[in-house]
Each structure stands twice: as structure tokens, then as C-alpha cells.
């Protein structure tokens, strides 16, 4: 199996900063690498496919990018509604992994 | 717009069986990839198995020995039932729709996920 791993596990900024999420896989995935928002109590959301892919609804600040097997995924300017729990998933090949998750606070 | 919803037991003694159901409703489960995804409390995402909507099934090989996933489509639902629990199944289980995009699959849309504890 693929593993992913994500970096940092928990992450502290404070509202308009620049944040970015690091995703590596433990082998080459091209970019099928999707990203997850997880808010507390909620169903994860999908964010991103193909590493650089906006699905529709998710805000420009929202960007990805990567290829191979490191990947990231940044938010130009925090927002108080950014808070959440965010995965990485890998879907070269079967079976599809997520990372461990990066816990985004507000500083 | 496509929507998911889980039910069953929220609670599940030792030794029995978990059985969780899922409700699609503003789509067909036709042509498309069912999967059950579990979080337990302060964890990450853990995949439990898929089935495809003709009723073929895999299965996270962790569990591959005591879960089963069908799909009933009159019903427009599909189901998980996973045997002998212990309290390391102590999890939010969410049911999700994957979408085919390129070779592999990502998860569109997902239910509200369903909080189910065993203990005695």
C-alpha cells in the first residue's frame, strides 16, 4: 500500500496569514492526490482533485499543487472558517489511503 | 443533489454485530462506487470497505474477515454489517459516494456520519 504522510500534524496561524499543508507519499502517485476539509462534527468535504483542482463551491484561497509524491495545499489568507482538520488521499492506486490529518487553529 | 444518511444502533455490546445502513436519496446508487469510511474519537479516517452498486464488495484487509457490504437498489441503500466488535470499532462511521477520476476514485459526497460505541 501507499503510505501518506502529512506535515505538521497540528498547525497554529492567526487570520490572513499564508498556510500551507505538506502531503508526501511514500511512492510517486502522479498527481491523483485529493484533499479533504474536515470542520469539528462534520463530514470531511472535498476540496481538491488531481492536486490542483478546485471542486466547485471552494473558495479561491483555497490552491493546491504538487506532483510525484510531494504535494501541498495552502490558503492564501486564513479565515475564521478555515478551521478544521485536513486530509490528504492518495488514488493512484488501489487501495486509496488518506494522510493522518493536519489540525489547522487560529493563533 | 445527491444526498447520504446513515442509521442503525448507536450502541453495540462486545461480541455482536454492528449494523449500519445508508440512505441515498437525489441520485441512483446505479453506476457508481458505495464505500464506508470510520473515524474513531480524536483519529483519523479510516477506510472499511466498498461495494459496487452490482454487489461487488471489497474490504479494508484489517476487517476483510469480519465485514460485509451489500447493496439493495430498489431500496436505493447499502449496508454494512461487521461481526464480533470490540471496543477498538468504537467509531463515527460515514457512508460516501466515490467518483471515478482517472484510474482511481475520491469520495464526493458523504453522509452526516453516525457515532457507534460498543460497550457492554
Known amino acids: 500500500d501507499i503510505q501518506m504522510t502529512q506535515s505538521p500534524s497540528t498547525l497554529s496561524a492567526s487570520i490572513g496569514d499564508r498556510v500551507t499543508i505538506t502531503c508526501r507519499a511514500n511512492q510517486s502517485i502522479s498527481t491523483w492526490l485529493a484533499w479533504y476539509q474536515q470542520k469539528p462534527g462534520k463530514a470531511p468535504n472535498l476540496l481538491i482533485s488531481k492536486a490542483s483542482s478546485l471542486e466547485s463551491g471552494v473558495p479561491s484561497r483555497f490552491s493546491g499543487s504538487g506532483s510525484g509524491t510531494d504535494f501541498t495545499l495552502t490558503i492564501s489568507s486564513l479565515q475564521p472558517d478555515d478551521v478544521a482538520t485536513y486530509y490528504c488521499q492518495q488514488y493512484y492506486i488501489y487501495s486509496w489511503g488518506f494522510g493522518q490529518g493536519t489540525k489547522l487553529e487560529i493563533k | 443533489q445527491v444526498q447520504l444518511h446513515e442509521s442503525g444502533p448507536g450502541l453495540v455490546k462486545p461480541s455482536e454485530t454492528l449494523s449500519l445502513t445508508c440512505t441515498v436519496s437525489g441520485g441512483s446508487i446505479s453506476g457508481y462506487y458505495w464505500s464506508w469510511i470510520r473515524q474513531p474519537p480524536g483519529k483519523g479516517l479510516e477506510w472499511v470497505g466498498y461495494?459496487?452498486?452490482?454487489?461487488?464488495?471489497n474490504y479494508n484487509a484489517s476487517l476483510r474477515s469480519r465485514a460485509t457490504i451489500a447493496v439493495d437498489m430498489s431500496k436505493n441503500q447499502f449496508s454494512l454489517t461487521l461481526t464480533s466488535v470490540t471496543a477498538a470499532d468504537t467509531a463515527v462511521y460515514y457512508c460516501?459516494?466515490?467518483?471515478?477520476?482517472?484510474?482511481?476514485?475520491?469520495?464526493?459526497?458523504w453522509g452526516q456520519g453516525t457515532l457507534v460505541s460498543v460497550a457492554s
Open positions: 461495494v459496487y452498486y452490482v454487489g461487488s464488495a
Open positions: 460516501a459516494r466515490e467518483r471515478s477520476h482517472g484510474s482511481g476514485r475520491i469520495y464526493d459526497y
